[in-house]
């Protein structure tokens, strides 16, 4: 199983991204998948989910900011984040699954003010 994000970089305050995660598994089909974010000395959170069927779900911090979707015919899962702020700073993980080890290897999203 490997999973593949990308999308992160460097980007200002209120600026836009999209991250991401193409997954290797027929897994995808049947599976949760979920964006999460570790910023430095910091525990990685759960950022938003989506399920097999197109259940969203957000952590407060990112409701009406972020999106997250699903193609299911690409197994890829995509996170459009806007109006980016500084607190958004973090390295950004997908997930396939819940308490898996299937993880993507991270991509860095710095927000400057």
């Known amino acids: 199983v490997q999973l593949q994000a990308c999308g992160g970089g460097p980007v200002k305050e209120g600026g836009s991204l999209r991250l991401s995660c193409v997954v290797s598994t027929d897994l995808f089909n049947t599976n949760i998948v979920g964006w999460y974010r570790q910023a430095p000395g910091q525990q990685r959170d759960l950022v938003a989910s989506v399920t097999a069927i197109g259940v969203t779900n957000y952590a407060n911090s990112v409701k009406g900011r972020f999106t997250i979707s699903r193609d299911n015919a690409e197994k890829t899962v995509h996170l459009q984040m806007n109006d980016l702020k500084p607190e958004d700073t973090a390295v950004y993980y997908c997930?396939?699954?819940?308490?898996?080890?299937?993880w993507g290897h991270g991509t860095q999203v710095t927000v400057s003010s």
């Open positions: 997930r396939l699954g819940w308490h898996t080890n299937y």
